[in-house]
């Protein structure tokens, strides 16, 4: 190695997934000790194997203690523009009873341990992720946004994840672009003051982010956005007129309002929204819907002739036959120009049964429809094949069909099924796939 350009080898430290290995290349020769302090990117991540044996009572007055080896690679270090440092996922499953009540020695967003660094990488940091230690940070409120947005003006993208955060003397940080919240927990004031300090933001993910009532985003700049809510809203709203795609799941918000008038690429999965208040998209292209009355959620949606890919399926409910169940001439209705659609098992099911008891109420078909995947869990094949050959009917332009059998199906009947569609229209090409156990929807794509 030592014969490679020097350029090179700083390359390649720097891309090191492991920081660890950075330590150890400095004693291992003179001229990687002294390119190492080149790198740009530091990564430390504290395994499971490392937790247990710092806390073995062997290994407790010898080992390094995680937090001191990440300051001795920043410390040797000249110019960092990326820092990522966290706990391993393994260590999710360590529960409240095997950690000390005061341990601190993996709580990463301890305003007084970051003091120690920051300072020191902050010129030149443009990325920056911090991945706490749950059962250490979650009762421990957190000033570590105001503590970045006081040293790192620059900073293009911020993660952190595992933690309870304030937004208590958070300054502009107008230059972020990329913010990722995951697991954290917030008020709705502190959502509100992110809306107001990162108005730069393009990319915004919340993961998981808690505590929240009646959260609105609302950033003029924002294009991606990905937002899982994990408890139930009074309301969400989201304002942003140059949205190009959004992701967003949730339970049973009490209204959903999206003002994005750009979209172009939506994926939408929730229970159901009492009150759906959902401007014309004027660019919306490709659309995945999931919901536990999926039927609710289509006729409340603008209907729209510009979506050329869709993707549906329903969430299993406690009681279905509360719920209206989805039709295929109400889908036809509401996406009549679609080319590729994706229809998961429960969707399908709903579809097939509104047609074996009511059959088509009027002739409507989609005659754009091009692509067509399908997974069955085939209950009555003589049903499905009628209910496939309506299709056949009113899809004049199918040329792709892919039927996925769930893993419980028997292959003799799948196949049986397959030969009587090809002997009724040989001219579109089948797929037979019989899914396998253990891999529940692997099959659906995002749907973009």
């Not at 300072?119 to 957190?142: A, E, N, T, Y």
């Not at 949205?243 to 008038?261: D, I, N, Q, W």
């Not at 995947?373 to 069909?401: H, K, P, Y």
Request: hydrophobic residues 40%; glycine residues 4%; aromatic residues 8%.
């Amino acid at each position: 190695m030592d014969d490679l350009p020097p350029p090179l080898i700083i390359e390649i430290l720097s891309r090191l997934a492991d920081s660890t290995d950075l330590a150890r290349c400095r004693v291992a020769s003179k001229s990687l000790n002294a390119l190492s302090r080149e790198v740009r990117s530091i990564n430390l991540f504290c395994t499971l194997p490392r937790y247990f044996h710092s806390r073995s009572q062997e290994s407790t007055s010898a080992i390094t203690s995680f937090k001191a080896v990440f300051n001795a690679l920043v410390n040797n270090s000249r110019s960092v523009e990326s820092v990522s440092i966290g706990v391993d996922k393994s260590l999710a499953g360590i529960s409240y009873d095997d950690v000390d009540d005061e341990s601190d020695d993996l709580y990463l967003t301890d305003v007084m341990f970051v003091k120690e660094w920051l300072p020191r990488v902050c010129g030149d940091l443009r990325s920056l992720s911090i991945s706490d230690f749950w059962v250490q940070s979650c009762w421990r409120k957190s000033d570590i946004l105001a503590l970045i947005s006081l040293y790192c003006q620059d900073l293009l993208r911020l993660e952190v994840k595992n933690a309870w955060l304030s937004v208590d003397g958070l300054n502009p940080i107008p230059k972020l672009t990329s913010l990722t919240l995951e697991f954290i927990r917030l008020d709705d004031e502190d959502l509100t003051q992110v809306n107001y300090c990162f108005p730069g933001l393009q990319v915004l993910n919340l993961i998981g982010v808690g505590g929240l009532k009646e959260p609105k985003i609302n950033l003029l700049c924002l294009k991606k956005c990905y937002w899982t809510v994990s408890n139930a809203p009074l309301s969400l709203a989201i304002f942003a007129p140059n949205l190009v795609e959004l992701k967003l799941k949730c339970v049973k918000p009490k209204s959903l309002v999206l003002e994005t008038a750009q979209l172009c690429n939506l994926y939408l999965s929730l229970e159901k929204a009492n009150n759906m208040e959902i401007k014309e998209f004027r660019s919306l292209e490709n659309l995945k819907l999931q919901s536990a009355n999926l039927s609710a959620l289509i006729s409340s949606f603008p209907s729209n002739s510009k979506i050329t890919k869709l993707v549906v399926d329903s969430l299993k409910v406690i009681h279905p036959n509360e719920l209206m169940k989805l039709s295929l001439e109400g889908l036809f209705d509401a996406f009549p120009n679609t080319r590729s659609l994706v229809v998961g098992s429960l969707a399908w099911s709903e579809m097939e049964t509104c047609f074996s008891t009511s059959g088509f109420r009027r002739r409507v078909g989609m005659t754009s429809l091009k692509e067509l995947s399908a997974q069955l869990v085939l209950q009555d094949s003589n049903v499905t094949w009628w209910f496939i050959s309506c299709i056949l009917d009113e899809c004049v332009n199918l040329s792709d069909v892919s039927l996925l059998f769930h893993h419980g199906v028997d292959r003799q009947s799948a196949s049986a099924l397959i030969g009587r569609c090809m002997a009724r229209q040989p001219g579109v090409k089948w797929r037979l796939v019989m899914q396998k156990e253990g891999t529940e929807h692997t099959w659906i794509s995002d749907g973009f």
